[in-house]
T-cell receptor, first 113, second 118 residues
Framework: SQQGEEDPQALSIQEGENATMNCSYK?????LQWYRQNSGRGLVHLIL?????REKHSGRLRVTLDTSKKSSSLLITASRAADTASYFC?????????????FGSGTRLLVRP | DTGVSQNPRHKITKRGQNVTFRCDPI?????LYWYRQTLGQGPEFLTY????????KSRLLSDRFSAERPKGSFSTLEIQRTEQGDSAMYLC????????????????FGSGTRLTVV
């Protein structure tokens, strides 16, 4: 399957610490996106990184992409209790005449106050 | 326009009954997607519309499932003869452009409809 796979599946950290989540995928991609989902809610788009980019920042978020290793990482710096959520990577790749957005299984982040 | 709206938020139904969900996307977005998410998993693609045309359906979308977007605005997803395995969160998303072409925008998701089949 083309699904990205996140690692770790679950992460528990203390408020103020950094959280790092990793995503691996299988085939060439157009771009990779990270989403956050609070319990029982829809997903919120966080950041998009294109296949020709290596690093991108947005506020306390830093995303890296290594296309040679087919992997990406999401770093949340100075975490807050409100960052507690599930985080999903989603890969965009071309299949036939359209682009597809396929999600991984997510990392559940718990930030302890 | 405050985003993607889904109704109802929760639906409990008896096995064998039909259910219908509605999604109102962001008005400027011509692309609309349906995903299904089970507990502890990421969303799985079901189907995709560009305007009123249904351009793609996943193999997950059995013949009991049908989706429409009659005027290229809101969309409905109907499940006939529901089974317990249909219990999941059904998510709708919309976007203005293809995810592979330009921009830095992802999909905008609704809050989902949680279906419980008893």
């Amino acid at each position: 399957s083309q699904q990205g796979e996140e690692d770790p599946q679950a992460l528990s950290i203390q408020e103020g610490e950094n959280a790092t989540m990793n995503c691996s995928y299988k085939t060439s991609i157009n771009n990779l996106q990270w989403y956050r989902q609070n319990s029982g809610r829809g997903l919120v788009h966080l950041i998009l990184i294109r296949s020709n980019e290596r690093e991108k920042h947005s506020g306390r978020l830093r995303v890296t992409l290594d296309t040679s290793k087919k992997s990406s990482s999401l770093l949340i710096t100075a975490s807050r209790a409100a960052d507690t959520a599930s985080y999903f990577c989603a890969t965009v790749y071309r299949m036939d005449s359209s682009y597809k957005l396929i999600f991984g299984s997510g990392t559940r982040l718990l930030v302890r106050p | 326009d405050t985003g993607v709206s889904q109704n109802p938020r929760h639906k409990i139904t008896k096995r064998g009954q039909n259910v219908t969900f509605r999604c109102d996307p962001i008005s400027e977005h011509n692309r609309l997607y349906w995903y299904r998410q089970t507990l502890g998993q990421g969303p799985e693609f079901l189907t995709y519309f560009q305007n009123e045309a249904q351009l793609e359906k996943s193999r997950l979308l059995s013949d009991r499932f049908s989706a429409e977007r009659p005027k290229g605005s809101f969309s409905t997803l109907e499940i006939q003869r529901t089974e317990q395995g249909d219990s999941a969160m059904y998510l709708c998303a919309s976007s203005l452009i293809s995810p592979g072409i330009g921009g830095n925008y992802g999909y905008t998701f609704g809050s989902g409809t949680r279906l419980t089949v008893v």
